[in-house]
């Protein structure tokens, strides 16, 4: 996955994935009758919404990039813009309430109301939230498109850093391996961005920050969803509106509402155009995901998402006319072969224990986060 608004699907994705009570509100469960369908009519959906995820999530990393750092705008508030699409997001998801509660009843859409107790619960995860967006955003202002997946690539480093010290979770030899692979392709990246001279450490900064920040997201979320009665559609609104208020004082301090008075753009249909095409996008993006990792599994939707950053990344290349060594490649390709080694043998693990009654729970530990 890709882009600022992407990440903020990791509550979806995890929720989808586990079994926490958490799947999407808008995935209707078909159960039987979908696995009953015709076999070219269950291919046709897939392809359909496979294509759908790699549309939105591309044309979403795109988007962002044109906001965050382009030329011809001249914007420099990334917090506003992100601001921008956590209202939006809060929005659509209060509007789609309200207007479930005025048609036929549709108990998947609980209504939504602001409950300030319910707020301050939330409050921890929304702080790892703004992080996490934020570190995303910036990464992708300082880093090219083609660089972006190669920057932020140690999310499953973290994830089995984090599993080990605070969940007290080990892993085995082939993901560590696989993850080691993850690592030498990121810094491989990271040289051959210097020998080009196109390396922004500051945009290595955020990147990293911003998958530890993914990765503590995932854990903070399982903690929290129990206040909102497992409701990811509950979660997804509160943890925006709490960001939207916690923007405004950074974004003073950063001094971006004095960089939005003088922006020439400000009253350009173009622009707000842009901006609310953006955070739809975002939007649409958990909803894309759900149904991807519905229609397929967990493991087929992370495959997807790997071969999506590849596709992504000779993208970017073909579009901004870069040229790149053969060692650049090399690294794009250790951090997709290494991501896509490492979520073959967490499946192959999961199989394992749901297959075998007799695994002993130490041994389920293994299967990490």
Same mark, same amino acid.
């Given at each position: ?47 359909? #919404? ?6 939105? !999530? ?62 301050? !619960? ?27 997946? #190669?920057?932020? !690539? ?68 399982? /903690? ?83 071969? /999506? ?25 250790m951090v997709l072969g290494g991501s896509f080694a490492y979520t073959w043998v967490k499946g192959l693990e999961m199989r394992k224990v749901q297959e075998d009654p007799n695994v002993k729970s130490s041994e389920r530990n293994e299967t990490g986060v």
């Open positions: 996955m890709s882009g600022a608004q992407l990440t903020r699907t990791g509550i979806l994705r995890m929720a989808l994935g586990g079994g926490d009570g958490g799947a999407d509100p808008l995935l209707a469960a078909e159960g039987g009758e979908e696995r009953r369908a015709p076999f070219l009519l269950r291919a046709l959906r897939i392809a359909v #919404v496979v294509c759908l995820y790699w549309f939105t !999530s591309i044309a979403m990393v795109f988007l962002n990039k044109y906001l965050l750092d382009s030329p011809s705008l001249r914007l420099n508030a990334p917090l506003f813009v992100t601001f921008f699409q956590c209202a939006l997001t809060a929005a659509l998801c209060l509007g789609l309430s309200l207007g479930a509660a005025c048609g036929p009843p549709c108990p998947s859409l609980p209504a939504l109301r602001l409950d300030p107790k319910v707020s301050r !619960s939330v409050l921890p995860l929304s702080v790892v939230f703004i992080g996490m967006v934020t570190s995303n955003n910036l990464c992708l202002k300082h880093v090219g498109v083609a660089f972006y997946n #190669v920057g932020r !690539s140690l999310t499953t480093v973290f994830n089995v850093l984090l599993s080990y010290v605070l969940l007290k979770q080990t892993t085995s030899l082939y993901a560590l391996l696989a993850c080691g692979v993850i690592i030498g392709g990121f810094w491989l990246g990271v040289d051959q961005e210097g020998a080009e001279g196109t390396l922004s450490w500051t945009g290595i900064f955020f990147g990293i920050l911003a998958s530890l920040c993914v990765s503590l997201n995932a854990i903070y979320t399982k /903690k929290v969803l129990p206040v909102v009665d497992g409701s990811i559609w509950r979660l997804t609104f509160y943890n925006n509106v709490n960001a939207c208020v916690l923007f405004f004082p950074l974004m003073m301090l950063l001094g971006e509402f004095r960089t939005l008075y003088y922006f020439d753009k400000l009253g350009s249909p173009s622009f707000w155009g842009m901006m609310t095409l953006g955070g739809v996008f975002g939007f649409a993006i958990g909803y894309v995901t759900g149904l991807q990792i519905k229609f397929t599994s967990p493991l087929t939707h992370n495959v997807s998402g790997t071969a /999506k950053a590849c596709a992504q990344t000779v993208l970017a290349v073909i579009y901004f006319e870069e040229t790149k060594s053969f060692l650049w490649w090399t690294s794009n390709l």
